[in-house]
């Protein structure tokens, strides 16, 4: 078998080098095969000539910068995975739960998993220990709230990037959302396809603004939107 890791990236240039040394070197199941693509979503910084450092790696970068699902698709077009799973290039989130995300779909009890990071995740407004950016962690259980109404669901974390499935499950599956909107359009189209989705908890190290974090409360209106059009 063969896992296409996708890392869409843009202006990374902090974190792209760490994200694909942990990623060549997270040790996957045995015979589990690893096919690496990195998009440069049009970076202005040296993510490109950091990027280009590394061999073993398929590099596709775009002119301009298209947004995150496009740079998704384009590293669906040339992936030759019979699973895939999507990595973002900043360091948010650690390519080691590879083999605990994997595990449902090689047991055969799922053939999409999602990676939570909202079920143990608390919701502090001070102190030591206070939640980096709140509002974004209230916007994220809002939108899986949401989904779970709409298409009848029991997910705990729609908005996660760490999505696993098999290469199946978007078969015939046109995929429209150029941005962040891509996240609420595919979770959508796999829960009307009837499809099962496990979840796995996952830890995460979040980023603030100033660290690079590029989602905005746009961002999260454009996921509203998404969630009642493809219902609808």
Known sequence: MKLSIIIPVYNEEKTVEEILKRVLAVKLPLKIEKEIIVVDDGSSDNTPVIINKFTGVKKIFHQNNLGKGSAIKTGLKVATGEVIVIQDGDLEYDPLYYPLLLKPILDKK??????????????????????????????????????????????????????????????????????????????????????????????????????????????????VFTLFRYRL
């Open 110 to 223: 799922a053939d999409v998993v999602y990676g939570t990071r909202l079920i143990n995740y608390p919701l502090r407004l001070w102190g030591e220990n206070k939640t980096i950016l709140p509002l974004h962690l209230v916007a994220n259980r809002f939108l899986t709230v949401l989904t779970n109404i709409l298409y009848g669901s029991n997910l705990t974390d729609m908005e996660t990037c760490y999505k696993v499935f098999r290469r199946s499950c978007i078969s015939g599956v046109e995929l429209i959302s150029s941005g962040f909107a891509f996240e609420p359009e595919i979770t959508a189209k796999f829960l009307k396809k009837g499809l099962k989705i496990i979840e796995v908890p996952i830890k995460v190290k979040p980023r603030t603004h100033k660290e690079g974090k590029k989602i905005s409360w746009f961002d999260g209106l454009e996921a």
